[in-house]
């Protein structure tokens, strides 16, 4: 199976990467913005349609959700002409596609987890550039598989790792705790996709560890597993603003990866476990040089 990743030095790419180099069965196209710039079509036709690869997984988006709200033309090019590029080619080669999305396409008003059919209302630009993405992918390419995922961390920048370094220099932490989600780790999302891809179960999917908490019980608990001392502060989204507003309330429900049979996600503290334990392990591998 040859499988053309984009975007393939973020976080969930690096994951996939790694996972699918692991099996000889893979033929692997790996390309960054350099060799793959989805935004540009001429780009996208040319490797797509030269490589012609089997499946086509689309890591690659303008992830910085603030920065979005004033870099409104590079949001929309990445998140939404980027994914509509890549479902243009692979139609044409015949490709399974994979777009990553969001639990921000939700307006996060609701009180039980978001299943895979209910109404999207964005609001952010991320949001809505996102799920302009989600709607050209349906439009534009019969072999899709549209994966929203929340609160992801692996190998990269993210809030597991912003905790541990802003440790290192604060006493105590101020940390929102009325915005609840799923923290979803890339080794579970990764494992779904590559299990998806080997199917014909195509459609939209809602993707993310089981369980639920806010980002104040995500902070806690991450000093918690690592034994940092540190107080953490609770505080309101309204006491701690963004240039962005978030969804209150983004649980996704993985309603069809469970009706599928796919559904592999781990509890959340458990996945959370295991990355901090990698973490420790490759900190002390860098301290003796390995
Ligand atoms: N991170 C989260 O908490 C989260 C939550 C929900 C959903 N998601 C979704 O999950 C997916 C993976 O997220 P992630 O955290 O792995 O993202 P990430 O670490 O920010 O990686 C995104 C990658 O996309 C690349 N990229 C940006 N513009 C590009 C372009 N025009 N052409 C080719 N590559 C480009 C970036 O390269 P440069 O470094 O060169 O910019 C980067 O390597 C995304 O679809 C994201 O929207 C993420």
Excluded at 55 to 83: M, Q
Aim: charged share 25%; glycine share 6%.
């Amino acid at each position: 199976m040859k499988i053309l990743i984009t975007g393939s030095k973020g976080q969930l790419g690096l994951e996939l990467t790694k996972k699918l180099t692991k099996n000889k069965k893979y033929e692997l196209i790996l390309t960054d913005r350099e060799a793959l710039n989805i935004v540009d079509i001429d780009n996208v036709n040319e490797i797509i349609l030269s490589n012609k690869p089997d499946v086509v997984i689309n890591c690659a988006a303008h992830t910085a959700v603030d920065l979005c709200e004033t870099d409104i033309e590079n949001a929309y090019k990445i998140n939404a002409i980027g994914p509509r590029n890549l479902a243009i080619a692979c139609e044409k080669v015949g490709a399974k596609f994979v777009q990553v999305s969001t639990d921000y396409v939700f307006d996060g008003n609701g009180s039980r987890p978001y299943r895979e059919d209910d109404v999207t209302c964005p609001n952010s630009i991320y949001g809505t550039s996102k799920l302009m993405g989600e709607n050209f992918t349906k439009e534009f390419c019969s072999k899709y598989f549209i994966v929203r995922t929340a609160w992801l961390y692996g190998e990269g920048n993210n809030f597991v790792r912003t905790m541990i370094k802003l440790s290192e220099t604060n006493k105590e932490l101020n940390v929102v705790n009325d915005q609840f989600g799923s923290p979803t780790s890339t080794v579970d999302l990764a494992k779904a996709i590559i299990d998806l891809i080997h199917t014909e179960y195509y459609g939209t999917y809602h993707g993310t560890c089981e369980g639920q908490c806010s980002w104040y019980d995500f902070a806690k608990k991450i000093f918690e597993i690592n034994n940092i001392d540190i107080k953490v502060n609770p505080v309101t989204s309204e006491e701690f603003k963004r240039p962005a507003p978030r969804p209150a309330y983004s649980v996704l429900d993985n309603f069809m990866f469970k009706l599928v049979g796919l559904n592999s996600f781990r509890n959340w503290e458990d996945s959370l476990r295991e990355y901090l334990k990698n973490e420790t392990l490759e900190e002390v591998a860098t301290i003796k040089g390995d």
